[in-house]
């Protein structure tokens, strides 16, 4: 099992930029893919960007295409979602996932992954 702790939630203005970090730790090494994940109050769970930890091959939602940004530094266990351009949309509790199956792989599906982080709040005003 491996453990997820995000980080770099907040509230900023629209067409701001805000940072999230999600550090992993227990048995990473399985992982082989990660991906962040935002709720809406009222709203199903969608799936915004993956990484696939070896390669580092991304993904993303049409909705932050061109504004997101997934990366991973695997020396720290670390995945990072650098958000700019940030629009009122955008407010959902955000969550990282951690992913190993390799025959289903669905990459913005969260049925691809078994690990979950806590969450951490993104609120964006106009």
């Known amino acids: 099992q491996v453990q997820l702790v995000e980080s770099g939630g907040g509230s900023a203005q629209a067409g701001g930029s805000l940072r999230l970090s999600c550090t992993a730790s227990g048995y990473t090494y399985s992982t082989k893919y990660m991906g962040w994940f935002r709720q809406a109050p009222g709203e199903e769970r969608e799936g915004v960007a993956t990484?696939?930890?070896?390669?580092?091959?991304?993904y993303y939602a049409d909705s932050v295409k061109g504004r997101f940004t997934i990366s991973q530094d695997n020396a720290k266990n670390t995945v990072y979602l650098q958000m700019n351009s940030l629009k009122p949309e955008d407010t959902a509790m955000y969550y990282c996932?951690?992913?190993?199956?390799?025959?289903?792989?669905?990459?913005?599906?969260?049925?691809?992954?078994?690990?979950w982080g806590q969450g951490t709040q993104v609120t964006i005003s106009s």
């Open positions: 990484i696939v930890t070896r390669g580092g091959r991304t």
């Open positions: 996932a951690a992913g190993v199956n390799v025959i289903f792989f669905a990459p913005l599906a969260p049925e691809s992954f078994g690990d």
